[in-house]
């Protein structure tokens, strides 16, 4: 049974930063693209990040570049999303995806979901 488990939200003030996790079993995680999505109240679940499955290229939206990093460790089978410089705009539930042998930047070709976590940010 594959499962992605998140963590690491929580509230941060704007400006400040965040890091979270995101945990693979079940699944040959090697081969997965993994990425980052968010979902903000009354709004469409969008992309943020993304990782190949060799973590050699990687991937951000307009709107976290620069701010966002995404890394993964293939060993321990986990992929992590350092958020620097937070905006409040950034306030949104995180979900880690996975994309067989493929990008994982395609919301509607993520084949497994984790459940998310919630980041706040005020301002």
């Known amino acids: 049974q594959v499962q992605l488990v998140e963590s690491g939200g929580g509230l941060a003030q704007a400006g400040g930063s965040l890091r979270l996790s995101c945990s693979a079993s079940g699944l040959t995680f090697k081969i997965y693209g993994m990425g980052w999505f968010r979902q903000a109240p009354g709004k469409e679940r969008e992309f943020v990040s993304a990782?190949?499955?060799?973590?050699?290229?990687?991937a951000y939206s307009d709107s976290v570049k620069d701010r966002f990093t995404i890394a993964r460790d293939n060993e321990k089978e986990m992929v992590y999303l350092e958020m620097n410089n937070l905006k409040p705009e950034d306030t949104a539930v995180y979900y880690c995806?996975?994309?067989?042998?493929?990008?994982?930047?395609?919301?509607?070709?993520?084949?497994?979901w984790g459940k998310g976590t919630l980041v706040t940010v005020s301002s």
């Open positions: 990782s190949s499955w060799s973590g050699g290229r990687t």
């Open positions: 995806g996975a994309e067989r042998a493929g990008p994982a930047v395609n919301v509607n070709q993520i084949k497994f």
